[in-house]
């Protein structure tokens, strides 16, 4: 199976056996969801998937999701309350309702939520269940006036939205900060930021990082319609990139959400960075053994696109069936693949562009097509070679052997990669995985395999792929 999934670690998948399980059946990320522990909750569990990581011997990769801003209205008075169509509620800083109002209050903690509503904005709740509309700016950044769009009941503690509208707030929060440390002192490979708003974000959480002293992957989390505005600055920045629509159904139109994923997706491939598609991807599998026709459908059309990994959230974290949830999502992927590269007939040419390095890449799919090769082994010292090689989509596993662990686990989020640790050795970067398909029982004796790297040679400045070799064991 060339896409991977990503498994959400929660009350129902938390032992060792049910994480071995789930490894074996095409999970190659777990995720850490801090916006329900710390990292000391998490330490036990570090554990374990280095065991695995061991005694499988297959790289695992732990995902920090970092909470972000948490956006929900704080108490509603006489909550759950039935509002009705054309009621009108106010909406404020919490603790600061007017006291001779009659109409129900919603109160929220974050001030910069405020700034800058203007009558005829959208706001929703509940996952957009119940939508408003700003109908009075009874004081300008403190308080308005709602119109209620749709009857239902109002709830305590409901998340809040503001669909199209920018905040100005970063979305690294205090507590993230605080979880992004904890957590690499623990060991975590990748971190996934809530709430993106703009690259800014991005280099903000990097900076982060860099003070750790350590290098990681980061995660964009793309939840608002302004991240997707800036998709390119967010994509230059970032290494791996989640559609995460849950968030984001509330900010667009939900008709508009298919192609806004779609649009993502593609947008990766070609700056070849990992996508995660995310949300309600077998919801029904919390509760039942079996998906929905609809569900199915949806994690085909998601591979369909291009993506490069699926994340399951609440099915492996709180569901009944978690493993089946696992499985299911795998005997989709590989029939949904094979269907993929049957349409795409080869691999993907690049544009007509100066890139030698795509190029390379895109001889090397065409030699292993042609030779009939076992696969395409490369020597990935930053990753860069790999992903530029799955960017191709090519009918061939893509070995990518790094000496590098972090390097080695942030290649578990693309696309038909087979990370592989390296031993960094005196030889040249040919010379090291020529051993390597010597020594290793993954290739028969007389397979042609075609072999990519990145030697420097006197006079380049930069060290990019410059070597393809059909290499026969």
């Given at each position: 199976?060339?896409?991977k999934?990503?498994?959400?670690?929660?009350?129902?998948?938390i032992?060792?056996?049910?994480?071995?399980?789930?490894?074996?059946?095409?999970?190659?990320?777990?995720?850490l969801?801090?916006?329900?522990?710390?990292?000391?909750?998490?330490?036990?569990?570090?554990?374990i998937?280095?065991?695995?990581?061991?005694?499988?011997?297959?790289?695992?990769?732990?995902?920090?999701?970092?909470?972000?801003?948490?956006?929900?209205?704080?108490?509603?008075?006489?909550?759950?309350?039935?509002?009705?169509?054309?009621?009108?509620?106010?909406?404020?800083?919490?603790?600061?309702?007017?006291?001779?109002?009659?109409?129900a209050?919603?109160?929220?903690?974050?001030?910069?939520?405020?700034?800058?509503?203007?009558?005829?904005?959208p706001?929703?709740?509940?996952?957009?269940?119940?939508?408003?509309?700003?109908?009075?700016?009874?004081?300008?950044?403190?308080?308005?006036?709602?119109?209620?769009q749709?009857?239902?009941?109002?709830?305590?503690?409901?998340?809040?939205?503001?669909?199209?509208?920018?905040?100005?707030?970063?979305?690294?929060?205090?507590?993230?900060?605080?979880?992004?440390?904890?957590?690499?002192?623990?060991?975590?490979?990748?971190?996934?930021?809530?709430?993106?708003?703009?690259?800014?974000?991005?280099?903000?959480?990097?900076?982060?990082?860099?003070?750790?002293?350590?290098?990681?992957?980061?995660?964009?989390?793309?939840?608002r319609?302004?991240?997707?505005?800036?998709?390119?600055?967010?994509?230059?920045?970032?290494?791996?990139?989640?559609?995460?629509?849950?968030?984001?159904?509330?900010?667009?139109?939900?008709?508009?959400?298919?192609?806004?994923?779609?649009?993502?997706?593609?947008?990766?491939?070609?700056?070849?960075?990992p996508?995660?598609?995310?949300?309600q991807?077998?919801?029904?599998?919390?509760?039942h053994?079996?998906?929905?026709?609809?569900?199915?459908?949806d994690?085909?059309?998601?591979?369909?696109?291009?993506?490069?990994?699926?994340?399951?959230?609440?099915?492996?974290?709180?569901?009944?069936?978690?493993?089946?949830?696992?499985?299911?999502m795998?005997?989709?992927?590989?029939?949904?693949?094979?269907?993929?590269?049957?349409?795409?007939?080869?691999?993907?040419?690049?544009?007509?562009?100066?890139?030698?390095?795509?190029?390379?890449?895109?001889?090397?799919?065409?030699?292993?097509?042609?030779?009939?090769?076992?696969?395409?082994?490369?020597?990935?010292?930053?990753?860069?070679?790999?992903?530029?090689?799955?960017?191709?989509?090519?009918?061939?596993?893509?070995?990518?052997?790094?000496?590098?662990?972090?390097?080695?686990?942030?290649?578990?989020?693309?696309?038909?990669?087979?990370?592989?640790?390296?031993?960094a050795?005196?030889?040249g970067?040919?010379?090291?995985?020529?051993?390597?398909?010597?020594?290793?029982?993954?290739?028969?004796?007389?397979?042609?395999?075609?072999?990519?790297?990145?030697?420097?040679?006197?006079?380049?400045?930069?060290?990019?792929?410059?070597?393809?070799?059909?290499?026969?064991?």
């Amino acid at each position: 199976m060339r896409t991977k999934i990503v498994a959400t670690l929660g009350p129902a998948s938390i032992n060792k056996q049910m994480m071995r399980d789930m490894a074996e059946n095409g999970v190659r990320i777990f995720r850490l969801n801090f916006s329900h522990a710390d990292a000391a909750y998490f330490v036990p569990i570090m554990k374990i998937i280095r065991e695995l990581e061991e005694e499988l011997a297959r790289p695992l990769t732990a995902m920090a999701d970092l909470c972000g801003p948490k956006i929900r209205i704080g108490e509603v008075k006489d909550s759950p309350r039935q509002v009705n169509k054309g009621e009108i509620i106010l909406l404020g800083l919490e603790g600061q309702e007017p006291s001779q109002a009659e109409e129900a209050f919603i109160g929220i903690e974050i001030p910069e939520l405020l700034v800058g509503l203007q009558v005829g904005m959208p706001v929703n709740l509940s996952d957009g269940l119940l939508q408003f509309k700003v109908v009075q700016v009874v004081k300008a950044d403190k308080l308005y006036a709602l119109e209620v769009q749709n009857a239902g009941f109002l709830s305590s503690h409901k998340g809040i939205a503001f669909p199209g509208k920018h905040h100005a707030m970063p979305a690294l929060t205090a507590k993230d900060i605080k979880d992004l440390h904890e957590g690499l002192d623990i060991g975590v490979d990748a971190v996934a930021l809530s709430f993106v708003q703009g690259p800014e974000d991005v280099a903000q959480i990097k900076g982060e990082i860099k003070k750790h002293g350590v290098w990681v992957p980061v995660c964009s989390k793309l939840e608002r319609q302004n991240a997707v505005d800036r998709l390119d600055e967010i994509l230059a920045l970032s290494d791996v990139i989640m559609v995460a629509r849950g968030d984001l159904g509330l900010e667009c139109p939900l008709p508009e959400l298919p192609i806004i994923q779609k649009r993502i997706i593609r947008a990766c491939r070609h700056a070849q960075k990992p996508c995660i598609v995310a949300t309600q991807m077998l919801l029904s599998m919390v509760k039942h053994p079996i998906p929905t026709r609809a569900e199915t459908t949806d994690v085909a059309n998601a591979i369909l696109d291009g993506a490069d990994c699926m994340m399951l959230s609440e099915e492996t974290a709180v569901g009944d069936y978690p493993l089946q949830a696992v499985k299911v999502m795998q005997d989709i992927a590989t029939q949904a693949e094979e269907y993929y590269l049957e349409r795409i007939q080869g691999p993907y040419a690049p544009k007509k562009e100066k890139n030698p390095a795509k190029y390379l890449a895109y001889a090397a799919t065409l030699l292993a097509d042609n030779a009939e090769s076992a696969a395409i082994v490369s020597h990935s010292t930053s990753g860069t070679t790999a992903r530029i090689l799955s960017s191709r989509r090519p009918n061939h596993p893509v070995f990518a052997l790094t000496p590098d662990p972090r390097v080695m686990r942030y290649l578990n989020f693309v696309w038909g990669v087979e990370p592989r640790l390296l031993e960094a050795t005196s030889g040249g970067h040919l010379e090291r995985i020529e051993n390597y398909v010597q020594q290793s029982k993954e290739f028969q004796f007389g397979e042609s395999v075609v072999l990519t790297c990145g030697q420097p040679t006197p006079g380049q400045k930069d060290i990019q792929t410059n070597e393809v070799k059909l290499y026969y064991k």
